[in-house]
């Protein structure tokens, strides 16, 4: 969802410090594998695509620039540990391409270097993370390309957008579009990034989810685990008649529809699944009083079935004391040394109040 904060890019005086400043104040071995399988369409094509002239109907290579994060407290620099999560870098990214920013999903290869990221702007962002030992220090290779349609053409042609979230299997990648509550599917093996878009048969009541809470978060489900062969559909903020988040289980031998509980007024941003067989939820809200905060919730995947209302304990909670932004993405690798890492990506609306940040953190088991 985009969360566009009230002033543009056109009003240099008020930087995102003091915005915020004045909102403030008033998963088996098996199944180890076959998510590794899952992440094959991260990496790039053999020949590289080379596009002649900047088009918006073809690739072009871009130039993102890093400023590193130190730490993630700003109130404590020297803390480290946040619940589940101890923090390991982090990055602000720029970049003099016009079209960089609203960054809202990205998938990982197995290593945690090559990405794939979607922006709600109906854009593919590809490249690498660059690292120095274990902290990140840069973007590398980085390709900006139109979402293509079932027609070949854009999506943003026909007026589709907001393209949330973002789901691998093998070289298959599956793209969530909120406003238009559509899904599709495109074979990387096919063109990569200029293969063209297959529209997801989805059920009624997902088609019919509130403008801009729409599908915000998407899950493929390898062999291996429970409801292997599945895409599991989170919406933002579509609510059941009991108040509660409503998510779709696509696919798969148990199709059908679930919820996610709701509490403290938390929205659904994005998902990731754990080799352990656990998702963890990455949620979000904000409120003039408050500003913005961000959790993160850890729900079994065994837990979820159709008909089913399921929950989880709370590993990651941050506030306008951290280094946060929007943040919409949330991505994990297991590196040589054996520890999980969270990646984590904002979407800062083409605003100039608002930063594309990449964070990343182990996950402390």
């Known amino acids: 969802m985009r969360r566009q904060l009230p002033e543009s890019r056109t009003t240099p005086h008020l930087n995102r410090r003091r915005f915020l400043g004045y909102t403030a104040a008033g998963l088996s071995a098996a199944a180890m594998s076959d998510i590794a399988r899952a992440q094959t369409a991260v ?152 293969a063209p878009g297959e529209v997801v048969p989805l059920p009624p009541a997902a088609r019919r989810l509130p403008n ?40 798969g031998r148990t199709p059908g529809q679930f919820s996610v509980r709701r509490t403290d007024n938390f929205d659904i941003s994005d998902a990731v699944l754990l080799r352990s067989g656990d998702l963890l939820l990455l949620e979000r809200k904000f409120s003039w009083l408050a500003g913005i905060g961000v959790r993160i919730r850890r729900v079994a995947l065994a837990s979820i079935a159709p008909g089913a209302v399921v929950d989880g304990p709370a590993i990651f909670d941050a506030d306008m004391g951290h280094e946060v932004d929007n943040m919409e993405g949330i991505d994990a690798h297991v590196t040589e040394e054996g520890d999980t890492v969270l990646t984590m990506v904002s979407d800062d609306n083409f605003s100039m109040l608002q930063r594309n940040l990449l964070l990343q953190f182990t996950l402390v088991e």
Request: charged share 25%.
């Open 212 to 251: 801009n809470r729409g599908l915000e978060a998407l899950v493929y489900v390898p062999k291996g685990l429970p409801l292997s062969g599945t895409l599991i559909a989170f919406s933002e903020r579509g609510l059941d008649a009991a108040g509660n988040l409503m998510a779709f289980l696509l696919g």
């Open 43 to 194: 990496q790039p094509p053999s020949t590289p695509f080379k596009p002649d002239e900047y088009s918006v109907t073809a690739p072009v290579s871009i130039e993102v620039n890093a400023r590193p994060l130190p730490s993630f407290d700003t109130r404590d620099r020297a803390h480290v540990r946040f619940g589940s999560l101890e923090y390991r870098s982090g990055l602000i990214l720029t970049s003099a391409f016009r079209g960089f920013g609203g960054l809202s999903g990205l998938r990982l290869d197995a290593r945690g270097e090559r990405f794939i990221a979607v922006s709600d702007k109906g854009s593919w962002f590809t490249g690498r993370i660059v690292y120095r030992g274990r902290e990140m220090i840069g973007l590398d290779d980085v390709e900006a390309a139109p979402i293509l349609g079932p027609d070949g053409r854009p999506i943003t042609s026909r007026g589709w957008y907001d393209s949330e979230s973002i789901a691998l299997d093998g070289a298959f990648v599956y793209v969530g579009l909120e406003r238009a509550n559509q899904v599709l599917r495109f074979d990387f093996s096919k063109g990569y990034t200029r």
